[in-house]
């Protein structure tokens, strides 16, 4: 099936490590001009040299804080420039640390919001400024299961991340007269392999500080699939989704969790 994603322009926000890492590589197989847009540009910059020997069109990095709106306005110029429209925007940045919420601090708090809903709505907005005026294009955000289930250790991440699935459900019937699609992705626990799958910024830099293999063995026990998610497990529901093959996809939230949350 052709996904109709070839050449076309797709903006990958925290493309450097783990998932968006997987994510940049998977539409670089579809022969996409690719951003990405980091806040460590040098990782960023190892994955664009495999997404460009995986068949991308181009590839361009662009040091990005998603939570600083006028880099991020800068981005998506770069990105209209360098390849004549942004086709894709998936909203992949995301940021938690695990703890029990009656350990957390207004700071932390205000971490995790600007991370996960600012840098969102920031995207979100220069992603649309350029998408109205082509009329087209589809978005992808990044959210969790931690926002359907209620995670232990996750609380104001869980909450934020519901956050974005309303948020993106809004700007899919606000959005859709002119030819935009919004859907949401929730995975699961998904974990690198190696250390060439993360940067220094990484949430997963140091993977003990997330989950033991012990605890992630527990968990894989409880999954109907069995096992513990990858990177590339995610990519696949974001590419689908943002493709041609999704034409009538709009306002959807997917779980791509091992079967770890089933929502009817
Ligand atoms: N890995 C999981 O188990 C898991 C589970 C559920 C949801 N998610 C979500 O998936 C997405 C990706 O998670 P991951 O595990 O790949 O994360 P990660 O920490 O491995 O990678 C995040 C990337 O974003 C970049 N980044 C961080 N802050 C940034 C900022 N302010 N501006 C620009 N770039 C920034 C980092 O440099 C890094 O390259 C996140 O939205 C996360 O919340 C992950």
Redesign the pocket.
Known sequence: MDLDLKAKSVVV??G?????RAIVLAYAEEGANITI????AE?AGKVAELARKRGAADVQVVK????NLEQVTAMFAAAKSKFGAVDVLVN?????KLMYFTQTTPDLWQKIIQ??YV?VLNCTKAALDVMIEQNSGAIVS?S??ASRQGEPREAVYGGVKAAINSFMKTIAKENGRYGIRCNIVC?????PENGDE??G????SNPDSMFTREQLDKVAKTLPLKKIGR?EDIAGAVVFLSSGAARYITGQVLSVSGGYSMIG
Not at 64 to 67: G, K, M, Q, S, Y
Not at 92 to 96: L, S, T
Not at 201 to 204: I, N, P, R
Request: no cysteine; aromatic share 6%.
């Open positions: 926000t925290g450097g490590s783990n998932i968006g847009a980091d806040i460590d990782q990005t804080d998603v939570t992949n940045v995301g940021w938690d991370i996960n840098g990044i969790s299961d995975p699961g626990v998904t974990v993360v940067g910024t990484s949430m997963w990177p």
